[in-house]
Antibody, heavy 113, light 109 residues
Framework: EVQLVESGGGLVQPGGSLRLSCAAS????????MSWVRQAPGKGLEWVAN????????HYVDSVKGRFTISRDNAKNSLYLQMNSLRVEDAAVYYC??????WGQGTLVTVSS | QTVVTQEPSLTVSPGGTVTLTCASS?????????PNWFQQKPGQAPRALIY???DKYSWTPARFSGSLLGGKAALTLSGVQPEDEAEYYC?????????FGGGTKLTVL
């Protein structure tokens, strides 16, 4: 059974940092492009970042460039999103996804003082 | 900035047929944009329905189909069921960068 389980969300003040993790199982993680997608409360889906199978290629939405870093550890079947300089507008449920058939249930990030 | 546009809302009767579309601000959508479609119900994670314009996942009900129509990507639901009421999102690729549409809220009434 394919599983993607996100963790690391929580409440953080503006300007703070969080590191999200996504534990993958049930499929060949090291052969998969992986993405982070977010959804602000009551809003639509927004792609945030993705990473190639070997980590050699990464892409980001303009609004997070220079602040967020996507990475992966194929030995641990894990995907990460390091989020720095967080803004109120970064508050959302963050999903990890194996492009695009499999999604996790999401982890909530709240940015507030 | 690239914008992907969907109908904000559509209403369909049970058993009917409805087509949702996905347009690109850059021009006509082609298979090279690898259109994907997702369904999302309240409180749930998105569920993938269609990839590469018209290919279905093993779990995609037969009543869902994807195509290109009039320069847009399209998702057609034939024989709509009450459980199809949901938000639907398309996604297009611009090089290595995917962009989601704003979503279509489908009401089955």
């Amino acid at each position: 059974e394919v599983q993607l389980v996100e963790s690391g969300g929580g409440l953080v003040q503006p300007g703070g940092s969080l590191r999200l993790s996504c534990a993958a199982s049930g499929f060949s993680f090291s052969y998969s492009w992986m993405s982070w997608v977010r959804q602000a409360p009551g809003k639509g889906l927004e792609w945030v970042a993705n990473i190639k199978q070997d980590g050699s290629e990464k892409h980001y939405v303009d609004s997070v460039k220079g602040r967020f870093t996507i990475s992966r550890d194929n030995a641990k079947n894990s995907l990460y999103l390091q989020m720095n300089s967080l803004r109120v507008e970064d508050a959302a449920v963050y999903y990890c996804a194996r492009e695009w058939g499999y999604w996790g249930q999401g982890t909530l990030v709240t940015v507030s003082s | 900035q690239t914008v992907v546009t969907q109908e904000p809302s559509l209403t369909v009767s049970p058993g009917g047929t409805v087509t949702l579309t996905c347009a690109s601000s850059t021009g006509a959508v082609t298979s090279g944009y690898y259109p994907n479609w997702f369904q999302q119900k309240p409180g749930q994670a998105p569920r993938a329905l269609i990839y590469s314009t018209g290919d279905k996942y093993s779990w995609t009900p037969a009543r869902f189909s994807g195509s290109l129509l009039g320069g847009k990507a399209a998702l057609t639901l034939s024989g709509v069921q009450p459980e199809d009421e949901a938000e639907y999102y398309c996604l297009l690729y611009y090089g290595g960068t995917p962009v989601f549409g704003g979503g279509t809220k489908l009401t089955v009434l």
